[in-house]
């Protein structure tokens, strides 16, 4: 089943239980998939591959993430909670993220294979990391180990 089909079945369930903040995170990712879907289409129908999928609902969560920060910020703590509620069932959609150390651990392996040594070989090093762990880590995270690893 794909994630489209998975999402339109959850989306009755939500309609049903009348749980609007898991009807809201559903509902955006509908939106968000057929978005992407009308952007793709070339002459008739386009449908996405898994991996297309993933990519709008890591977006829609790094999106809910910034704004979790951003009310923080602003002191408008109830609409964090909101954010962070419909962030919650959008991760239910995402691979499990990695520990901390299979994260690091999949780093230095990169970092040997591609024989990095400096700061300045930063780039290679995160285009390789990005697309091997792309989906199981956080970007955010995933650079900061990356700079640490190779500043050490």
């Known amino acids: 089943m794909s994630l489209k089909e998975k999402i339109d079945r959850e989306l ?3 309609m049903k239980s009348g749980d609007k903040i898991r009807l809201n995170a559903i509902r955006s990712i509908r939106a968000a998939l057929l978005e992407k879907e009308v952007s793709i289409r070339v002459g008739g129908k386009a449908e996405l591959n898994e991996e297309q999928e993933l990519e709008v609902v890591m977006g829609l969560a790094k999106r809910r993430r910034d704004a979790i920060e951003q009310f923080t910020a ?3 703590l109830d609409l964090a909670e909101t ?3 419909e962030l919650t069932v ?3 959609y995402l691979p499990q993220q990695l520990p901390d150390e299979e994260v690091e651990a ?4 990169i970092i040997a294979q591609t024989g990095a040594t400096s700061m300045k070989e930063l780039g290679k090093v995160m285009g390789l990391a ?3 762990l792309k989906g199981k880590a956080d970007g955010g995270k995933v650079q900061n180990l990356v700079k640490s690893l190779l500043s050490a």
């Open 106 to 109: 999949a780093i230095r392996e």
């Open 130 to 132: 990005m697309k091997a």
């Open 74 to 76: 602003g002191n408008r």
């Open 90 to 92: 959008l991760e239910e």
């Open 83 to 85: 954010e962070a509620a």
């Open 12 to 14: 009755k369930e939500a």
